[in-house]
């Protein structure tokens, strides 16, 4: 665990400062410096008195996360951030500014990451293209949340206002539900209602498909939404590019998120990674619309972003539609999910991939 404020919950912050002899409400006035205000110092904390924050600063750092380089991409909608960590690990997280669509409001959406590299080995993610290295902490987690509000309570203190116009994804590097506890205590505290208050709704993680997390998720209180990297509609494809199928088979899968939907009434988004001459034709797509025509559930194809290591290549666009209309022939609802920042990299672990050299 790192040494900073971050990593505490409420309730820890509330015993260490009771420890220290003071007051409880200190403890809601600095998470109301770390959460509202986001403050980036103790310094910056007025409410509290120097003696109490000078002793803070002794025993604990602000931020875990220092800034490496924050590319933005020529359209300017997509910003992506690398930071290090205090071991000298690299991660990435990533903004993403939406403008009005017809049907969707004009949005902001922070993509972070739950681990150090995955250990899943996904054929197409440069993130399982680096291994796994560590869990990210609470702190590394929601701090990538406070860093990228901060600079979107600066550039348009409007929109964020609302806050139904922030939306959150576990859709950075790793894999969330392999870093489970501590994904599910950031989601409380991102969740707080006198802090970052982001509600449930909102937020989304997104899992390969780690059936047992599957099922712990559908138990637990939390209303966020579950979406799972599908990625082929039969066993023989989905292993070839995605090594967990072996351990948890499409079937169970299935069978999986048919109980998660029952027991929480929610819909499923499913993701779909296009990967030209591999998953792409008009029989993987009638065989996916026949396999998720009874679940409650949306499909997000995505076109694969080339990575360093990998030879996959986008499906053409007509090899798209064609492959979209079949899957409406089946009602299942589906979007192509708008490409944004492919010329900073911006897929799962791509622009650690560029800057790998600077971990060590
Ligand atoms: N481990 C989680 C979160 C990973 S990233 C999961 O597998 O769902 C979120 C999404 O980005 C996943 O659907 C993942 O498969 C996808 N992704 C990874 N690499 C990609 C690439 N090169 N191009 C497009 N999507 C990619």
């Known amino acids: 665990m790192t040494n900073s404020i971050f990593e505490k919950n409420k309730e820890d912050l509330k015993k260490f400062i009771l420890d220290k002899g003071e ?27 120097c003696k109490l924050k000078k002793s803070l600063k002794n025993e604990l750092e602000f931020s875990p996360l220092k800034l490496v380089v924050k590319k933005k991409s020529k359209d300017k909608s997509t910003d992506k951030y690398l930071w290090r960590l205090h071991d000298n690990k690299l991660i990435e997280t990533v903004l993403m500014r939406y403008d009005e669509d017809g049907h969707r409001r004009k949005r902001r959406t922070v993509c972070i990451s739950s681990q150090v590299g995955c250990a899943l080995d996904c054929k197409f993610c440069a993130t399982g293209q680096q291994g796994f290295s560590r869990q990210l902490t609470i702190g590394e987690i929601v701090s990538q949340v406070v860093k990228v509000k901060k600079e ?3 550039e348009d203190p409007k929109i964020i206002k609302d806050q139904n116009n922030l939306n ?10 392999a870093n489970y506890s501590r994904v599910i205590e950031s989601i409380k505290i991102l969740n707080d209602q006198k802090g970052l208050n982001i509600g449930a709704r909102n937020i989304t993680v997104s899992t390969v498909g780690l059936l047992p997390r599957i099922q712990e998720l559908a138990e637990e209180k939390i209303q966020v939404n579950l979406a799972v990297s599908i990625h082929a509609p039969d066993n023989k494809t989905r292993s070839e590019t995605v090594p967990i199928n072996k351990k948890y ?6 069978e999986t998120c048919k109980d998660y939907i029952s027991k929480t009434n929610r ?29 409650l559930c949306h499909l997000n194809l995505i076109p694969v972003n080339p990575t360093f290591k990998s030879n996959f290549e986008r499906s053409g666009s007509e090899n798209i539609d064609k492959f979209r209309k079949i899957i409406s022939n089946f009602g299942v609802p589906s979007t192509i999910r708008m490409e944004k920042g492919i010329d900073i990299n911006a897929g799962c672990g791509q622009l650690k991939s560029e800057f790998i050299h600077l971990e060590d």
Not at 249 to 254: A, C, G, H, S
């Open 168 to 177: 959150i994804v576990f859709m950075g590097m790793g894999e969330p539900l």
């Open 152 to 154: 979107l309570l600066k």
């Open 23 to 49: 007051k409880p409400y200190r403890a809601d006035q600095i998470w109301r410096s770390m959460y509202v205000d986001l403050y980036d110092n103790f310094n910056d904390i007025s409410t509290i008195p």
């Open 249 to 254: 088979p499409l079937e169970d899968l299935i």
């Open 267 to 295: 819909k499923i988004f499913f993701e779909y990674v296009l990967l030209s001459g591999q998953n792409d034709s008009e029989e993987h797509a009638n065989k996916l619309g026949k396999l998720l025509r009874p679940l």
